[in-house]
């Protein structure tokens, strides 16, 4: 069975204060790895799709990174405006489907 | 552009009443659409997928007779929530493929749905 581990649950940080998030993950044949922002009461925001150990994928102050097991969210110098729930999905080869971890949710105080 | 809307935004029904939720992609045609249901401080779980012009897929313990999938067009698809009970108060959200590249899923903003 697919699963997607995200941690930490939770993550304050101060505005300029960078740090990483982690995905840890196991799927039979990744497909794709991808990377949503999500805001209280509102639907998931696509980031990122990273598909082979190696990519690296940049936006703003967001790069995220996929080894074999686990993708991290690195953020640099985070603004209050980062803070959401980020969650992380696997695909599976062959299959359309998206499983999800439970998110982090990051709070960036000014 | 890869823009997905849903309606209502929040509904409140009481126990025994049936609650229809619309999922439209507004500016790209979607060739598979799917409802999740996402618990505070859960996951996104994966309700149903859905295929223009044929029968919707449900996961594993999700009632098919309960929750009723109809994709109508190739930017429709409809969440029907029959004889609702409390335990179904949930946030639904639906994504949409197609609107940009192959794998990306576009989601609605969510139905928050409560039931007195």
């Known amino acids: 069975e697919d699963q997607v581990t995200q941690s930490p649950e939770a993550l304050r940080l101060q505005e300029g204060e960078s740090s990483s998030l982690n995905c840890s993950y196991t799927?039979?044949?990744?497909?794709?790895l991808f990377w949503y922002r999500q805001d209280p009461g509102k639907g998931p925001e696509f980031l990122f799709t990273l598909y082979s150990a190696g990519e690296e994928k940049e936006k703003e102050r967001l790069k995220a990174t996929l080894t074999k097991k686990e993708s991290f969210l690195h953020i640099t110098a985070p603004k209050p405006e980062d803070s959401a729930t980020y969650l992380c999905?696997?695909?599976?080869?062959?299959?359309?489907?998206?499983?999800f971890g439970k998110g982090t949710k990051l709070t960036v105080n000014p | 552009g890869a823009v997905v809307s849903q309606h209502p935004s929040r509904v409140i029904c009481k126990s025994g009443t049936s609650v229809k939720i619309e999922c439209r992609s507004l500016d790209f045609q979607a060739t598979t659409m799917f409802w999740y249901r996402q618990f505070p401080k859960q996951s996104l779980m994966l309700m149903a997928t859905s295929n223009e012009g044929s029968k919707a897929t449900y996961e594993q313990g999700v009632e098919k007779d309960k929750f009723l999938i109809n994709h109508a067009s190739l930017t429709l698809s409809t969440l029907t929530v029959t004889s609702a009970h409390p335990e179904d108060s949930s946030f639904y959200i639906c994504?949409?493929?197609?609107?940009?590249?192959?794998?990306?899923?576009?989601f609605g903003p969510g139905t928050r749905l409560t039931v007195t």
């Open positions: 999905a696997v695909q599976r080869g062959g299959s359309e489907k998206l499983v």
């Open positions: 994504s949409a493929l197609g609107g940009g590249a192959m794998d990306e899923q576009y």
């Open positions: 799927v039979s044949g990744l497909r794709g």
